[in-house]
Structure formats: structure tokens, C-alpha cells
């Protein structure tokens, strides 16, 4: 992706977009300029924000719908590179290192994550590289917090199924310091909570025997629960509480001189400067003052329904893949396991008992993270700027990832073969060669499915047709300033 990007940003022409720009202040050096040439297909769009955090801070009032905790590891990261490069220099070349290991992690985290839930290996597997190929890979190679709260918040799911809720309650709480649609995650820790509960209620009469000890249960389990869910919404509280200070106290002021250029700018564009005297921002004096709702209404016209416009029909078509992605593999778990969805897998299940769980994606384990899919689905698709929904999803539901896998399992011949021919053609499989991969080595199934793409299915063309199709038109048009997800 990096190399491609790079690529696809020297042969093709940056598209001039109405998107926020700051001037560059300074002189460019021959370093500047070879790792503008370089990296600079990962600092559009809304990469130019957080750069632009990264460096001067929440100086502008619409900078404050970008949450801190990515642009601040985005300075501490700078400081380690030559002071001689300039500070947007410095700060591409830690975009493009953090996001690489966090993308790596993040597919590592899945995988564990997809073991623990659907209990079968080689289909977690498969989802994480599907991860890796993703149809948001382009945000999560920019300067984006797409991969931050990726690596996050699946890191906070495998160690929740893991039974480790303190360390998976403090990454979901760093994850809601990196995205807003985190502090969502608290249901995860409130479902977890309640399952065990009615599961407990379950385990027959000697159950009720024990109703006063049940009781201390339920009250500690909902402290523990209420502590959790407080922590997992305090980043993102604390940082509507610095918006306050610095745009709405009476002694709210710059640390700094803000140069002439970047007040040029705000004047041209109608920014609002934190610190300039004028009239106080209208968020300021409502009940509950929330920046991050003001500007997502005010500034990007965010809300329910509003994008149900003629001329959005181009952005929703962007969006059509994944949702009809998503809502195929809601309806398929809903479904397959309709008492148990009625019942919010609450109940205990005949398998259960026998302790012969059902296993893979329609497995009772993968339950709440279709509704968390869902959802955010039905959010995004009614309340967001729909074409966002492909990484909105890919960052946050491994959903998007674990049933395609599903699909590709259940349907894709190839997959199932032991032996080293294709039943059907007599063609030898070209990832099945002899030394072909190391003893041990995982075999990566997504490689095997596109080397021999004339003999998959079509269902299985149409998946990795998805993935790969928007992870190159990802790195040709959103690194050239191309409208995209």
C-alpha cells in the first residue's frame, strides 16, 4: 500500500478539492520535498487535520471533531526524526510507521479475536487477512486514526472473550480517546456483564437457593460494570471539558502566535479561532456543551436523513457493498438462530448444555457482535456522510471481516481441497506446489483463491473483487485528493 500509494501519487494529478488545506509555513528542504513525494498520498482529506493537530494543536474550532489521542502519539513520534526536516515532514514519515505496526496489530488482535469467538482457526484466519486487504486498507495506511482504534478496540474484544476485563477495559477506554463511535463499545462490557448474570439465574434450583449471595452478585457485577462503562466514556468527556476551557473560558488564550497565514485562512473559510476575541461559539451556552456534536452539525451538515439527497446518490453507491455486506450477514446469524436472537442469547441453549457449543460465524458467541455491526450500520447509513461507512465498519466490526470468511469457507471449493489437485479441472493448484511455503507456515488462503481466480466461484469473485477493487481505486483516488469513502 505504501509503495502504491506512492506510486499512484506520482503518476497521477492531485485533484483540486474544496477540502481544509493550511498553508505550508517554512522553506522545504531537498529532504522535505523527496518525503513529501513520498508519503504525501497519506496526508489528505482528513489526514490533513490530524497532521494539522499534530503540529499547531486544537487551534481551529472544527479541529475538535478529530479526537486527541492519535495526533498526540503522532507529535511524541516526530520528535524522534532530524529536526532539520520540517514538521509536516516529520510527522507523515510517524504516520506511516505508527499506522504500519498498529495495521499489523490490528490483524493480529482480529485473529485471536476470531479464535476465541468463532473457534475455528483457519476461518479467523482467513478474516484476518481479508483485514489486511481490507476495502478501507487506504485508511488505515493515511494519516487516519483508523488504524489506532482498530488495533484498539479488537485488542479490548479478544481480551474481554478472554475473561481479562480490566486490561480490555482500558483499551476500549484508549480506544474512545481515538474515535468518538468508541464510548459505543461500553455495550460490550454491559452485555458481558448480563449474559453471565442470566446464565447464573439458569443453572437451576440450587440457583435460587442461593438468591442473597445472587443479589451481592448483581450488585457488585453492576458497579464493576457502571466503573467500567465511566472509564470507556471518560477520554471522551474530559476532551469535550478542554474544548470548554479553550474555546469558552472567559481566560481562554493562545500559548502561542498564531502566524498571519493560518488567520488569513480562518477569515477566508469562516474557522473559528481558539483565543481571538469575538462573540463566544453558540455550543457554548447550551446544557450539556458538546463541540463534537456542534460541528458535525454545523460545519458537515451530519444528522438524520440529511444526506437522503438526489445528488448523494453517487456516495450511496460507494456505500452499497458493505451495507448490503453487513445486512446479508445480519439476516444470515438472524436466521440461523432466531430464538436465540429473540432471547438476546440470554438464554441458555440445548448445545450449551451438553457443552457442544455451535461453532463459526453463526455460532451463539458471534451474537453481540452482529448487533454491534448492526447497529453501527443503521447509524451510519441514516445519520453520517454514507460513503464513510466502508471504513467506519472496517475499523470497527470484525463482522466485516468474519463473514466473508464464513462465505468463502462454506462456498469456495478450493477451500476445502486436502490435496494437491483440483477435483474438478485436474489442474494442479498453483499455492499447492511443492515448496510452495515453509513447514508450518500457515498457508495464506487469499493468495491461493486470486492465483487460481478462473477456477473460484463466483460468489467467491465477488468478495475479493470487493476488497481488492477498493483497496486500489482507495489508493488511486483518496491519495490525489479524489473524492472516496
Request: charge should be positive; glycine fraction near 8%; hydrophobic fraction near 50%.
Amino acid at each position: 500500500s505504501l509503495v502504491l500509494q506512492a506510486v499512484f501519487n506520482l503518476l497521477v494529478p492531485d485533484h483540486c478539492a474544496d477540502a481544509f488545506s493550511p498553508p505550508r509555513l517554512g522553506s522545504a528542504g531537498p529532504w522535505d520535498v523527496l518525503v513529501e513525494r513520498l508519503l504525501g498520498g497519506l496526508g489528505r482529506w482528513d489526514a490533513e487535520h490530524f497532521l494539522f493537530i499534530a503540529e499547531r494543536g486544537y487551534l481551529l474550532e472544527h479541529s475538535c471533531a478529530f479526537l486527541p489521542l492519535f495526533p498526540l502519539s503522532l507529535r511524541a513520534l516526530a520528535g524522534l526524526w532530524p529536526p532539520q526536516l520540517q514538521p509536516r515532514s516529520r510527522l507523515l514519515l510517524s504516520a506511516a510507521l505508527l499506522n504500519a505496526l498498529l495495521s499489523a496489530l490490528a490483524a493480529a488482535a482480529l485473529y485471536g479475536l476470531g479464535r476465541a469467538v468463532l473457534r475455528r482457526r483457519r476461518e479467523a484466519f482467513l478474516a484476518a487477512l481479508l483485514f489486511s486487504l481490507g476495502p478501507a486498507s487506504v485508511f488505515m495506511a493515511a494519516a487516519y486514526s483508523e488504524s489506532m482504534f482498530a488495533s484498539l478496540a479488537f485488542s479490548a474484544m479478544w481480551r474481554l472473550e478472554k475473561g481479562q476485563s480490566c486490561l480490555s477495559g482500558l483499551l476500549f477506554s484508549l480506544a474512545a480517546g481515538a474515535r468518538a463511535n468508541g464510548a459505543i463499545n461500553a455495550g460490550f462490557f454491559l452485555y458481558s456483564r448480563g449474559k453471565r448474570f442470566a446464565l447464573q439465574l439458569q443453572a437451576g434450583p440450587a440457583a435460587l437457593r442461593r438468591l442473597p449471595v445472587l443479589w451481592k452478585q448483581v450488585l457488585s457485577l453492576a458497579s464493576s460494570a457502571a466503573l467500567t462503562c465511566a472509564g470507556i466514556f471518560l477520554p471522551f468527556a474530559l476532551f469535550q471539558y478542554y474544548a470548554y476551557v479553550r474555546f469558552c473560558g472567559p481566560g481562554a488564550g493562545l500559548d502561542q502566535a498564531v502566524p498571519e497565514p493560518l488567520l488569513q485562512l480562518a477569515r477566508d473559510k469562516g474557522y473559528r479561532v481558539a483565543g481571538v476575541a469575538g462573540a463566544k461559539p453558540p455550543w457554548c451556552s447550551q446544557r450539556f456543551p458538546l463541540v463534537y456534536s456542534y460541528i458535525q452539525d454545523t460545519y458537515w451538515n451530519v444528522g438524520f436523513l440529511r444526506y437522503f439527497e438526489l445528488k448523494q446518490i453517487p456516495n450511496f453507491l460507494l456505500a452499497l457493498p458493505v451495507t448490503l455486506l453487513c445486512s446479508w450477514a445480519a439476516w444470515t446469524y438472524v436466521s440461523t438462530n432466531p430464538r436465540h436472537c429473540l432471547t438476546l442469547g440470554l438464554e441458555r441453549s440445548r448445545s450449551e448444555e451438553r457443552g457442544k457449543e455451535t461453532d463459526g460465524f453463526c455460532g451463539p458467541a458471534a451474537f453481540v457482535y452482529v448487533v454491534h455491526a448492526t447497529a453501527l450500520l443503521v447509524f451510519g447509513f441514516s445519520c453520517m456522510h454514507v460513503q464513510v461507512l466502508t471504513r467506519f465498519l472496517g475499523s470497527s466490526s470484525p463482522i466485516l471481516y468474519w463473514f466473508p470468511a464464513h462465505l468463502l469457507q462454506k462456498h469456495e471449493p478450493l477451500l476445502w481441497s486436502t490435496g494437491t489437485d483440483n477435483p474438478s479441472s485436474g489442474k494442479p493448484l498453483l499455492s499447492d506446489s511443492p515448496g510452495s511455503r515453509g513447514k508450518g507456515t500457515p498457508e495464506n488462503l487469499v493468495v491461493k483463491l486470486l492465483l487460481n481466480w478462473p477456477l473460484i466461484t463466483p460468489l467467491s469473485k465477488s468478495i475479493l473483487g470487493f476488497f481488492l477493487g477498493y483497496w486500489l481505486l482507495g489508493l488511486i483516488l483518496h491519495c490525489n485528493f479524489f473524492p472516496w469513502t
